[in-house]
């Protein structure tokens, strides 16, 4: 007899055009004892399940059919009593510790009143018990961090806490939604580390919602696969990822990134198949295609970047050091990639290359032209034309209010004034078929296309220019891991037939290795080590990048 | 062409406003009556024979004349006539065309202004921004009808009194645009504050284009919303604001007379028992005012949605 058991279980959403199934006859069980990962891209019902079981869903969404046994009782049935198991059965942890926490009440506050809302005892013994939860998830020094405010933690102990605060009147049943993703990697891993401990000592069912493929192969015992509010797949969790049954759950497979290997592309597996693509795209005829050479395209010399807060002196002690004394080269046609945890400069660099920042000191050259010294705006728009960049947010970086063709056309209109009404209409249609765009997109606004649709006119925005250097700051953070490998692939197809140069940002190590020849390291604005991307896989020479590689949820640990 | 517009009133359609309009009882009763009102504010001359400008329509015999359904009522005049006998329904209609017009043309002039400030104060940031805010800063602790007084004033000083009358109504437009501006420009600053960090402004200065193609093609459209918003409430305030300073004596000169002249020239009869004369043109000002308010507030909640529910 498992412990939880869903059977049967649909959850719609009336909303004003149709009916939104979000999950539709689930049937799961978890035991005790056990982790079961929830694995699916966005919007295909993970989070949903969780919320069915604790009894949070929104309106308009409701339970349609369906039923869930915690042991034996039936707690879908009498809404009125859920309230008693969510928090005393049912231990929650969710996605980001920032507001997970109420910011005005110490963590002591906080846990003394769940404790005290749930089980009759009084305050002393309600704060013998709070710190003894907080020893046990790992807060050092807990009787006098107890009255201290969330904002005194950091990230990954503010994870802890909310975890503390979940185990505080003994839950059966954990449910962690996405516990990790708003955490660096260093962190992830001792969180993670964390729950399974818990897992073992309490005997707890958990079940660990997330969308990442390595966390799911570290962690978890069994794993569900969901697509559009069906459950695709049960079973142990070695099963599933090595052997899996369904179409989707192989692509879901074969599009995470290999952090053992470098692939030459993902391999995209669709239902139907598609017609064979043209290898030579349209673009290439307009395209002065750059001879590789072995020469330096972009020389960042001595970098540094510092923001100070205050608005009247300038260089006071109050700054903040982003980026200190970075030196790299990238040669033409080379991908180079840096990687860093959050906060790390990363982006500072990439601003401060297509000029949107001003160095504090040190400086760029492109093509052995200083760029960071040009002073007039004639000059600056030559470079303009050759450095383009692709954003993280695909929401943010289009603007909402133009058509995808207005929002394509823009560079091309800037650079080339004189260029005729039905030249520029073809062009546009060129670029669209080269990041793989229907033609009739051109017409349509950016809010009518799904991230990646989104990521693909942003790259064929900055295609637009016939650039040299594309830099591309995290650009598939914000997508599925299927998207991610489309555009990923394409990115790869475009730098060969162009010969791009590429600099690569990213936090996220399996994706550069499959983008990069070549990789540098950063942490808290400072360059820790470049090397081969081989190399650096294989024999990191800094401790800092040791630490990076050893802690990567590693997908191939399933195979161990 | 055809198509485009079948394929635009579709997206409309579809839309979320359009939804919200239809399911809000409060919507479309407001957005009705002023439909209605402007109608018959500016084709006034469809809707009435009677021309209260033209000499020849006075006549003394009719002056007083209460409104129809009471016992000395004319069918004829339906909400009676004022002292010169001239018909009330077609005297307020003609006085809110004008107050209409002061109205649009004052919010219009100092949405302009108001957001072009907070629109570049916004973007470029720095010591211009801080000039630009502490001057809204300061005029905000003026109350505008004061603000709308004091630029009254000073344009009697300057301009002659045989020029006055004709110009009274641009002062006017002028004084009461002046005192609302500092709304819009806080608005339209904060808005630009958040739009200018996004990405796409990033991506439109990698590829070059110039700070003022930037801020006008590609910010203003994205905080047009809230800005809409603040206008529409501001017309009501601006209507309200020419019929106080007309009332005071100090907006349109009475040989042109808006709902605020109107409602004081009324204001003498009132205790002699002629009602009628002053609570008409004022209760069609509170109609008036209260229908965009109402319209202003639906608005406010369908466009900004961090406050639906």
Request: aromatic share 10%.
């Given at each position: 007899m498992s412990f939880l058991k869903i059977s049967n279980l649909s959850v719609d959403y009336k909303m004003r055009k149709e009916t939104v199934y979000a999950a539709k006859n689930i049937n799961i069980e978890v035991n005790k004892g056990e982790i079961l990962g929830l694995v699916g891209e966005s919007g295909s019902g993970k989070s949903t399940i969780a919320n069915a079981v604790i009894n949070l869903?929104?309106?308009?969404?409701?339970?349609?059919t369906g039923t869930i046994k915690l042991g034996d009782l039936d707690i879908n049935k009498d809404t009125s009593k859920t309230i008693n198991y969510r928090g005393k059965k049912i231990g929650l942890i969710f996605q980001d510790p920032q507001t997970s926490l109420n910011p005005i009440l110490t963590i002591g506050e906080q846990l003394i009143e769940t404790i005290q809302t749930h089980i009759n005892i009084s305050k002393e013994e309600a704060k013998k018990r709070s710190i003894d939860l907080l020893k046990e998830v790992g807060i050092k020094d807990a009787e006098n961090r107890f009255d201290n405010y969330p904002h005194q933690f950091s990230g990954g102990m503010r994870q802890r806490v909310v975890i503390s605060l979940a185990l505080c009147c003994e839950p059966e049943l954990l449910i962690a939604d996405e516990p990790t993703t708003a955490l660096d990697v260093s962190i992830q891993s001792q969180i993670l580390d964390l729950i399974k401990k818990l897992t073992r000592e309490r005997n707890l069912a958990v079940i660990l919602i997330t969308h990442d493929m390595g966390v799911i192969a570290e962690t978890t015992n069994r794993v569900a696969v969901m697509k559009n509010g069906n459950l695709v797949e049960v079973g142990p969790t070695k099963e599933v990822l090595t052997k899996p049954k369904e179409i989707y759950t192989k692509s879901l497979v074969s599009s995470v990134p290999p952090t053992d290997k470098k692939i030459s592309r993902f391999i995209i597996i669709e239902k139907e198949n598609k017609t064979e693509k043209e290898t030579n795209l349209k673009i290439l005829n307009r395209w002065t295609k750059k001879k590789l050479t072995e020469q330096d395209l972009v020389q960042v010399k001595n970098l540094s970047k510092s923001f100070d807060d205050n608005f009247f002196t300038e260089n006071s002690k109050n700054s903040v050091i982003a980026v200190n004394d970075v030196s790299f080269d990238i040669k033409e046609g080379e991908s180079f990639g840096l990687v860093g945890e959050s906060g790390s400069g990363k982006s500072t660099i990439a601003k401060m290359i297509v000029n949107l920042y001003k160095p504090s000191s040190g400086d760029v050259f492109f093509d052995n032209v200083c760029i960071t010294k040009i002073k007039r705006n004639s000059e600056m728009m030559n470079f303009r034309k050759q450095i383009q960049m692709i954003f993280q947010d695909p929401y943010s970086s289009l603007n909402g209010r133009l058509k995808v063709k207005d929002i394509v056309s823009e560079p091309i209109k800037l650079h080339n004034p004189s260029i005729s009404r039905i030249d520029l209409d073809n062009y546009i249609s060129d670029l669209l078929e080269s990041v793989e765009?229907?033609?009739?997109?051109?017409?349509?606004?950016?809010?009518?296309?799904s991230g990646g649709q989104r990521q693909r006119i942003s790259i064929a925005r900055a295609l637009a220019t016939q650039p040299r250097l594309l830099i591309c700051d995290e650009p598939t953070s914000a997508l599925d891991v299927s998207i991610q490998a489309q555009i990923l692939n394409l990115l790869k197809d475009l730098q060969e037939q162009l010969n791009l140069t590429i600099l690569f940002i990213s936090h996220d190590l399996p994706v550069v290795r499959q983008m990069c020849d070549r990789i540098g390291v950063l942490k808290d604005g400072k360059l820790c080590e470049i090397s081969n991307t081989e190399e650096l896989f294989h024999k990191p020479q800094n401790e800092y990048t040791k630490e990076l590689l050893h802690l990567m949820p590693k997908i191939e640990s399933i195979y161990n | 062409m055809g198509n485009n517009l079948i394929s635009t009133w579709a997206r409309i359609k579809d839309s979320d406003i359009y939804h919200s309009f239809i399911k809000s009882p409060t919507a479309i009763i407001s957005s009705s009556i002023l439909i209605i009102i402007f109608f018959c504010s500016f084709f006034v001359e469809l809707v009435t024979p009677y021309n209260p400008f033209d000499p020849s329509s006075l006549s003394l015999m009719d002056a007083f004349t209460p409104p129809s359904w009471t016992e000395d009522g004319l069918a004829k005049f339906i909400l009676g006539t004022d002292g010169q006998g001239r018909d009330m329904l077609a005297t307020i209609l003609y006085g809110s065309r004008i107050s209409l017009i002061v109205g649009f043309a004052a919010i219009l002039f100092s949405l302009i202004l108001g957001v072009s400030l907070g629109l570049t104060a916004g973007y470029f940031g720095g010591k211009y921004e801080m000039i630009v805010m502490r001057l809204t800063d300061v005029q905000l602790t003026v109350p505008s009808i004061l603000m709308a007084l004091l630029v009254d004033g000073i344009a009697r000083g300057i301009i002659s009194r045989e020029m006055h009358d004709e110009m009274a109504i641009y002062v006017l437009i002028f004084a009461i645009g002046i005192s609302e501006w500092p709304q819009f420009a806080r608005v339209s600053r904060a808005a630009t504050l958040v739009e200018k960090n996004k990405d796409y402004v990033s991506a439109s200065k990698i590829i070059g284009v110039s700070n003022l193609i930037i801020m006008f093609k590609h910010i203003l459209p994205n905080i047009l919303r809230p800005v809409l918003v603040i206008g529409t409430i501001g017309l009501a305030l601006a209507i309200i604001a020419e019929a106080t300073l007309s009332f005071l004596g100090v907006g349109v000169p009475p040989t042109t007379p808006s709902l605020g002249t109107l409602i004081r020239l009324g204001n003498d009869f009132l205790f002699s028992g002629e009602w009628w004369i002053t609570f008409f043109p004022a209760i069609f000002l509170v109609i008036l005012a209260f229908s965009i308010n109402l319209l202003g507030d639906w608005m406010r909640d369908t466009l900004n949605p961090r406050l639906k529910k």
């Open positions: 869903i929104d309106e308009p969404g409701k339970i349609s765009l229907t033609q009739s997109s051109s017409e349509r606004y950016p809010h009518e296309f | -």
